[in-house]
């Protein structure tokens, strides 16, 4: 499996890109899994439902399975932030790529998503993690690097770019174990 993360300021396009990066590798043949860092109390279940009756009733962890999806609720008892790690280790082994939304300060290989219109800092020369600039405003970048800056509007391109250094993101659950 290879692993890259995408970190960003909010509203610099972490997710529009995600989201147009899954179909051009699924385009190639292959499959894509994403982690997506959350922010406090998030829920995906809707009061009324089975599962939410189930959890409020105490549940540690539901899972909920159709003939074509298959969702896992967990409880935390005591407040806890689990790492990408942990969530990597829950996802199905059969995934070529993992993108990893969110999880800026984590020690993935990671793209940095910057648009100087947001008018936030960048991260790429103070995190040795970050492998290439995903922006819209090349000309802009505050600070000299020698990182690929690649086009924020072409998914094809950081496909290729990803695809072309794919061995950098081969991810090895032994040395998170």
Same mark, same amino acid.
């Given at each position: 499996?290879k692993?890259?993360g995408?970190?960003?300021f909010?509203g610099?396009?972490? /997710? /529009?890109? =995600?989201? $147009?990066? %899954?179909?051009a590798l699924r &385009?190639k043949?292959?499959?894509v899994s =994403?982690?997506? &860092?959350? &922010?406090?109390?998030f829920? %995906?279940d809707h009061e009324?439902?089975d +599962?939410? *009756?189930? *959890? !409020?009733?105490?549940?540690?962890e =539901?899972?909920?399975a159709?003939?074509? $999806?298959?969702?896992?609720m967990? !409880?935390?008892?005591?407040?806890?932030?689990p790492?990408?790690?942990?969530?990597?280790?829950e996802?199905?082994?059969?995934v #070529?790529?993992v993108?990893?939304?969110?999880?800026?300060?984590? #020690?993935?290989?990671?793209? !940095?998503?910057?648009?100087?219109a +947001?008018?936030?800092p960048? $991260?790429?020369a103070? #995190?040795?993690?970050i492998?290439?600039i995903? /922006?819209?405003?090349?000309?802009?970048l505050? =600070?000299?690097s020698?990182?690929?800056?690649?086009?924020?509007?072409?998914? #094809?391109?950081?496909?290729?770019?990803l695809v072309?250094?794919?061995? *950098?993101?081969?991810?090895?659950?032994?040395?998170?174990?």
């Amino acid at each position: 499996m290879k692993v890259v993360g995408f970190a960003g300021f909010s509203g610099s396009g972490k /997710t /529009t890109l =995600v989201e $147009r990066l %899954i179909p051009a590798l699924r &385009h190639k043949g292959l499959r894509v899994s =994403v982690v997506k &860092h959350a &922010h406090h109390r998030f829920d %995906i279940d809707h009061e009324g439902k089975d +599962t939410y *009756r189930h *959890r !409020e009733a105490g549940a540690f962890e =539901v899972v909920v399975a159709s003939d074509q $999806r298959l969702a896992l609720m967990r !409880e935390f008892e005591v407040a806890r932030r689990p790492t990408v790690h942990h969530l990597l280790a829950e996802l199905y082994e059969g995934v #070529d790529w993992v993108l990893v939304e969110g999880f800026k300060d984590s #020690d993935l290989l990671k793209i !940095e998503v910057w648009r100087a219109a +947001t008018g936030k800092p960048t $991260r790429y020369a103070d #995190d040795d993690f970050i492998t290439a600039i995903a /922006t819209d405003s090349a000309d802009q970048l505050p =600070v000299k690097s020698q990182l690929p800056v690649l086009d924020l509007n072409d998914p #094809d391109a950081v496909v290729a770019w990803l695809v072309s250094q794919g061995a *950098r993101f081969d991810y090895d659950f032994e040395n998170y174990a």
